[in-house]
């Protein structure tokens, strides 16, 4: 637990940047029309993430852009639970809209994405799930229920949270 934590902790800033560089392109995917989604955000993580203390959930309303057909929505790091071994991996994940609707998450080992680990595909069958695995030792952790996995993943901070709650309810059903 204290070398995920710790795993966790380190690249905070690249996944800050990275964010602040997708948010530019899913604010180019607006139209005409938006939906209102209800987003639950933890409060920001202590230093140790793995830390029992955190503050109880709050809820905003905020308008999402209709998604546009085809494109990079988010980018960044993120801690995923193994589905065989339970242990946290820390990844570089990249949600992209298809053409022919919905989307999909990609993830890799790094931010050149030279090698691929996984593909989630998020269709009309896939929900996302505000409460996290583990609240006490990880209290920022959502999932992403697919009808074969429920995937769960874990951002660095409540903003990133937020944002990337916000980018998958925009594909998601």
Known sequence: ???????????????ASASASTSASSVEATSA???AVAV???APPPADVGSASAAAPTATTA???????GG??????????????KNWKRRFFALESVPSGG????????????QLKG????????????????????PLCFGLCTPARTFHLCPD???????????LRSVCP
Do not use: C, H
């Open 63 to 69: 308008a999402l852009p209709a998604v546009a057909a």
């Open 33 to 35: 029309s938006t939906t």
């Open 1 to 15: 637990a204290a070398a995920a934590a710790a795993s966790t902790a380190a690249p905070a800033a690249d996944s």
């Open 103 to 114: 989307a999909t998450l990609t993830y890799y080992t790094d931010r050149d994405r030279a």
């Open 157 to 167: 901070t409540a903003a990133e949270r937020s944002d990337w709650l916000q980018n």
């Open 72 to 85: 990079v929505l988010k980018t960044g790091f993120m801690t995923k639970q193994g589905a065989v071994v």
């Open 119 to 138: 593909t989630i595909v998020i269709d009309t069958t896939t929900r996302v799930l505000d409460q996290s695995p583990a609240p006490d030792k990880f």
């Open 40 to 42: 639950t955000a933890a």
